[in-house]
């Protein structure tokens, strides 16, 4: 399907999330992140790039620990800090993983990801086809419940600033591991949101495709 045949669905209201494929659980426990080693940060923005061309080898589990720390981990447990900002502390963000399994939402106290949805939404993360066989969407989802501090008129602007950080930290991480990935906004976030069973003061903010680059199809 080509992006073009996906908006011509999506405009007619027939875009609709496939089944999931594969074995699934409804935790999938990762393991401890590795917090030391990889790229150096100067290195690692240097190599920073966005890639539009993914591998459809999927992630293994280390590669997926690290990512998912890296992106809004808890790196202070006594603080309950994490590895992005957001504004006022709020902590308005959750990424929920798009996977050939099922949707997935990623819980940093627990180090896990959560089955939200037996279905395979990847098709629906964005308009471009190259969503729909990338290993792994990430969709950033800001919870307006947790936002109470802020003013409701800033609300979008500050979660869409908490949801930069956590990509660029993706990004950070994608160089510093190999992997390629995008950040997206062409999304039909009500389609989505329906999808992913998103309540009304959770709101899509982004998407960003993650994978191996196509060049590393065939490495073991």
């Given at each position: 399907m080509?992006?073009?045949?996906?908006?011509?669905?999506?405009?007619?209201?027939?875009?609709?999330?496939?089944?999931?494929?594969g074995?699934?659980?409804?935790?999938?426990?990762?393991?401890?992140?590795q917090?030391?080693g990889g790229?150096?940060?100067?290195?690692?923005l240097a190599?920073?790039?966005?890639r539009?061309?993914?591998a459809?080898?999927?992630?293994?589990?280390?590669?997926?620990?690290?990512?998912?720390w890296?992106?809004f981990?808890?790196?202070?447990p006594?603080?309950?800090?994490?590895?992005?900002?957001?504004?006022l502390?709020?902590?308005?963000?959750?990424?929920?993983?798009a996977?050939?399994?099922?949707?997935?939402?990623?819980?940093?106290?627990g180090?896990c990801?959560?089955?939200?949805?037996?279905?395979d939404?990847?098709?629906?993360?964005?308009?471009?086809?190259?969503?729909?066989?990338?290993?792994?969407?990430?969709?950033?989802?800001?919870d307006?419940?947790?936002?109470?501090l802020?003013?409701?008129?800033?609300?979008?602007?500050?979660?869409?600033?908490s949801?930069?950080?956590?990509?660029?930290?993706v990004?950070?991480?994608?160089?510093?591991?190999?992997l390629?990935?995008?950040?997206?906004?062409?999304?039909?976030?009500?389609?989505?949101?329906?999808?992913?069973?998103?309540?009304?003061?959770?709101r899509?903010?982004?998407?960003?495709?993650?994978?191996?680059?196509?060049?590393?199809?065939t490495?073991?």
């Amino acid at each position: 399907m080509t992006s073009s045949d996906k908006v011509a669905l999506d405009l007619m209201g027939l875009l609709r999330p496939k089944a999931g494929s594969g074995a699934r659980s409804d935790v999938i426990t990762l393991p401890a992140p590795q917090r030391e080693g990889g790229m150096p940060v100067m290195e690692a923005l240097a190599a920073r790039a966005t890639r539009r061309e993914f591998a459809r080898r999927a992630l293994p589990d280390d590669v997926l620990s690290n990512l998912l720390w890296a992106a809004f981990g808890i790196n202070r447990p006594a603080s309950d800090g994490r590895t992005a900002p957001s504004a006022l502390n709020q902590q308005e963000i959750d990424i929920y993983a798009a996977l050939p399994n099922g949707l997935y939402r990623y819980d940093p106290h627990g180090h896990c990801l959560l089955l939200v949805a037996p279905h395979d939404v990847r098709c629906l993360t964005g308009v471009q086809q190259l969503v729909d066989d990338a290993p792994l969407d990430l969709v950033y989802v800001a919870d307006h419940n947790r936002m109470m501090l802020v003013p409701t008129a800033e609300r979008d602007t500050l979660a869409a600033a908490s949801a930069g950080a956590i990509a660029e930290n993706v990004y950070l991480y994608a160089a510093s591991a190999g992997l390629a990935t995008v950040l997206r906004t062409l999304i039909d976030r009500d389609t989505l949101s329906r999808a992913m069973n998103l309540e009304p003061t959770q709101r899509v903010v982004l998407a960003q495709t993650v994978g191996y680059p196509l060049l590393a199809q065939t490495a073991p």
